[in-house]
């Protein structure tokens, strides 16, 4: 049972290039996340889709775009990519509205923008 | 808004010591508590957690009680072994429960040494 599957899971970028970090999970969830991980800040949520169809912001969306391309995959653009990315990334997805609440991660991926 | 606060670290301990890491929180409503736990290299996974006041949650002889009068969540552990060592996250879910997107803490890193 993989779970949840993330893509690359190293980058290197130059200032300016654009890139997508997929995201799969197989455990039939509907709601997925992208959260970004930075030293002495935690994890912070990016974007998130409670169901196939809709996305949402979290609290840093700037500079990023997301697509829910179906229930299992839900996607994280970097347009125009900037050294303020330089970031770990985690997807993670739960079944919203069970019984425990609790969110799967992928195992990261580590972006460096130059 | 709804947060987290956590106790900085690193906090270093030798083995069989005990241990606590503090949590407090911030927040509207009725939140589910949460305890993740983050091994170098990997994803974040849920290690425990309380969904009302006074519920305690306990797993891998860790264990932490939802205080809803000092709003706090602190996770303890009697004995640590060297294989504890990892970054512990404190997060609160959506009180609305609209969503599972969960707010974390900063993290707190433990190190364990024999």
């Known amino acids: 049972n993989a779970g949840v599957t993330q893509t690359p899971k190293f980058q290197v970028l130059k200032t300016g290039q654009s890139m997508t970090l997929q995201c799969a999970q197989d455990?039939?969830?509907?709601?997925m996340y992208w959260y970004r991980q930075d030293p002495g800040m935690g994890l912070r949520l990016i974007y998130y889709?409670?169901?196939?169809?809709?996305?949402d912001k979290g609290e840093v969306p700037n500079g990023y775009n997301v697509s829910r391309l179906n229930k299992r995959e839900f996607s994280l653009r970097l347009e125009s990519a900037a050294p303020s990315q330089t970031s770990v990334y985690f997807c993670a997805s739960s079944n919203t509205g069970g019984v425990t609440g609790e969110l799967f991660f992928g195992e990261g991926s580590r972006l460096t923008v130059l | 808004g709804n947060s987290v606060t956590q106790m900085e670290g690193p906090v270093t301990l030798s083995e069989e010591a005990f241990l606590t890491i503090n949590c407090t929180y911030t927040?509207?409503?009725?939140?589910?508590l949460f305890w993740y736990v983050q091994y170098p290299g990997e994803g974040l996974q849920l290690l425990l957690k309380?969904?009302?006041?006074?519920d305690k949650g306990s797993n891998k002889g860790f264990e932490a009680t939802y205080r809803k009068e000092t709003t706090s969540f602190h996770l303890e552990k009697g004995s640590v072994q060297v294989s504890d060592s990892a970054v512990y996250f404190c997060?609160?879910?959506?009180?609305?429960?609209?969503?599972?997107?969960?707010?974390f803490g900063t993290g707190t890193r433990l190190q364990v040494f024999p």
């Open positions: 889709s409670a169901s196939e169809g809709t996305t």
């Open positions: 927040a509207t409503g009725y939140p589910s």
């Open positions: 455990m039939n969830h509907n709601s």
């Open positions: 997060a609160l879910s959506d009180p609305g429960r609209v969503t599972d997107k969960l707010i």
């Open positions: 309380a969904t009302k006041a006074d």
